[in-house]
């Protein structure tokens, strides 16, 4: 999208932002997306406002892009965000709000994810790629969450069957279409 307007971006950090971990953007090689398994941006804040560990941080993206396109920071580039085991050193995550499994996000029967994205959010993804790619040279590959975390996990309301423990951005992320002019290679599908 080298003809698109800059996606205007919202910083909204986190109040536990300035504890996570400080990188240098060259450490940046990926990206990885997400969805929120939410039915709205406000849950998904309070989520990440959670204080999950003894730093005093929690478990956020960087970006968050809202059903209309909006988009905002909580978390910025040059910091570690808790976002996907294993990958959080050197990428940045991307959150789209999405109902997801959302509310019973383990339990056997409800492991559909079957809400499509919007347009404007795709548009808005793939805006703030494009930006991406032009300010961090060193990007090299995209991910979806799913395909970084294959952990198999008992069943909230079954223990006896496993379910997936992260399936977003899940089936109806339009991956050509995001892809489509990116350099970013997607591994782990």
């Known amino acids: 999208m080298p003809d698109a307007p800059p996606t205007t ?44 560990y003894p730093s005093g941080t929690g478990n956020s993206g960087h970006y968050y ?6 988009t905002l920071r909580y978390v910025a580039p040059e910091r570690i965000a808790h976002h996907v085991r294993g990958h959080n050193a050197d990428s940045i995550g991307i959150e789209l709000v999405n109902r997801g499994r959302y509310p019973h996000w383990l339990h056997a029967d409800h492991q559909a994810m079957d809400t499509p994205y919007t347009p404007a959010q795709i548009a808005a993804l793939r805006r703030l790629l494009a930006e991406l790619e032009s300010r961090l040279p060193t990007l ?44 970013l290679r997607r591994v782990g599908e």
Do not use: N
């Not at 892009?65 to 909006?70: C, E, T, V, W």
């Not at 799913?146 to 951005?169: F, G, I, N, T």
């Open 65 to 70: 892009i809202d059903l209309d396109g909006r």
């Open 140 to 183: 090299e590959w995209i991910a979806g969450h799913e395909d970084l975390d294959r952990e198999q996990v008992p069943a909230a309301d079954d223990p006896s069957r496993q379910v997936p423990r992260k399936r977003d951005p899940g089936p109806m992320f339009p991956w050509d279409e995001v892809l489509a002019g990116s350099r």
């Open 9 to 52: 971006i919202e910083i909204d950090p986190l109040p536990y932002e300035t504890r996570l971990e400080a990188r240098p953007t060259a450490a940046i090689r990926g990206v990885v997306i997400h969805c929120t398994e939410t039915p709205d941006l406000a849950r998904a804040r309070r989520i990440g406002e959670e204080v999950r």
